[in-house]
């Protein structure tokens, strides 16, 4: 199958390893690009916040205007990039003009605790080292790792990559009768993705992430099937099942269009 350039979104990356198995780690040369971006983001937030804050604070208390340049500091390297990571879902304002995102070292979206302890340790590594330990971390790292990221427990992958996905499999032959008689509609195009991925490289997983990836997409499957597979079912042959089904169908309501077109146009 022909490579196809996909971009991933913020529904690709919920089921963990499943979903981003074939995003790479971002390379070093993007890590920092996109890092001084968002040292240049912060910085220039900062100077123009103080900046205000000063002129507001001719009249207030020395202690009191020193205590809330403080807090300011604070939450513009610690809170400002702890929320933003939370609500994109692992993207800052350089993440996203470089097309990469924070992901959890199982490939899943990263929550407040992840983005927190990665801010947090970025003061110290970014900041306050002026990044030499981030730069030789993510230097020796196999998935560009600074220290924020092994406190985390994260990594940062591109999204945006050259796709290429294994062929749909065929319906198991043990549920070929129930396939047949379901009711499949279609699967959100994240989930399709994640099933594809999966069922193509779970050879490859570790059997533990398999089982744990293969039960989650399967239950996320679920919702799209009535009725359920026969008690029992493996979670991979019931994924494969689904695959093959709606393949079956749409490429036979395609030969259906077709064939009504080659009517309608040969008269």
Do not use: N
């Not at 020796?140 to 294994?166: C, E, I, M, N, Q």
């Not at 570790?206 to 079912?233: F, I, M, W, Y």
């Amino acid at each position: 199958m022909p490579a196809e350039f996909a971009t991933v979104t913020s529904d690709d990356l919920v089921t963990g390893e499943a979903v981003a198995l074939d995003l790479p780690a971002a390379s070093l040369g993007a890590r920092m690009a996109s890092g001084l971006i968002d040292v240049a983001v912060t910085v220039g937030t900062l100077v123009v916040l103080v900046i205000l804050f000063a002129i507001a604070s001719l009249s207030m208390d020395p202690a009191a205007a020193e205590a809330a340049v403080i807090a300011v500091t604070l939450i513009v390297f610690i809170g400002l990039p702890t929320a933003l990571e939370t609500f994109t879902r692992g993207r800052s304002v350089g993440k996203l003009a470089l097309g990469l995102r924070t992901v959890r070292d199982d490939a899943g979206p990263i929550s407040f605790q992840h983005a927190v302890v990665r801010s947090l340790i970025g003061v110290v590594e970014i900041y306050a080292f002026w990044a030499v330990p981030a730069f030789f971390a993510m230097l020796l790292s196999k998935r560009g790792k600074r220290l924020g990221d092994y406190a985390a427990g994260t990594y940062v992958v591109r999204t945006r990559v050259a796709l290429s996905l294994p062929h749909p499999p065929a319906v198991p032959h043990h549920l070929a009768d129930w396939a047949a008689r379901a009711d499949i509609t279609a699967l959100p195009t994240g989930l399709a993705l994640a099933v594809r991925q999966f069922l193509g490289r779970a050879a490859a997983l570790d059997p533990g992430s398999r089982a744990s990836v293969g039960v989650e997409l399967a239950e996320q499957v679920s919702a799209h099937v009535a009725p359920p597979p026969p008690p029992g079912t493996h979670p991979e042959d019931f994924l494969a099942a689904v695959v093959g089904a709606r393949r079956e169908r749409d490429l036979a309501r395609l030969r259906r269009q077709a064939e009504a077109r080659r009517r309608l146009t040969s008269r």
